[in-house]
């Protein structure tokens, strides 16, 4: 079965880093897209970015220049790299996959998800 388990996150203060990952298993990776959304407290679920099978990117304007993600296809990995973080980026952040195709930062086009992992930016 379809399996993502996250690591990283985090606390970290503002200006800082964090990295998460999302090591996938149960399914052909390099065929599906991947996508790391997040929940503050209080809000929507909100898209941050997403990766297709090809490798193309598409990213939530307010992380652009900020966060990278990427995939390490040899390792079913994917990453969130995170800097120059803010306050307003705490929130519990989820990798998601789907077969095919994505790059819209939508969560319900998304049947897959991890189990979230936490990041608060102090001020």
């Known amino acids: 079965q379809v399996r993502l388990v996250q690591s990283g996150g985090g606390s970290v203060q503002a200006g800082g880093s964090l990295r998460l990952s999302c090591a996938a298993s149960g399914f052909t990776y390099t065929t599906y897209s991947m996508g790391w959304f997040r929940r503050a407290p209080g809000k929507e679920r909100e898209g941050v970015a997403t990766i297709d099978s090809h490798g193309r990117t598409t990213y939530e304007d307010s992380v652009k220049g900020r966060f990278t993600i990427s995939r390490d296809n040899a390792k079913n990995t994917l990453y969130l790299q995170m800097n120059s973080l803010k306050p307003e980026d705490t929130a519990m952040y989820y990798c998601?996959?789907?077969?095919?195709?994505?790059?819209?930062?939508?969560?319900?086009?998304?049947?897959?998800w991890g189990q979230g992992t936490q990041v608060t930016v102090s001020s």
């Open positions: 998601a996959a789907k077969e095919g195709i994505a790059t819209i930062l939508i969560g319900v086009f998304f049947p897959y």
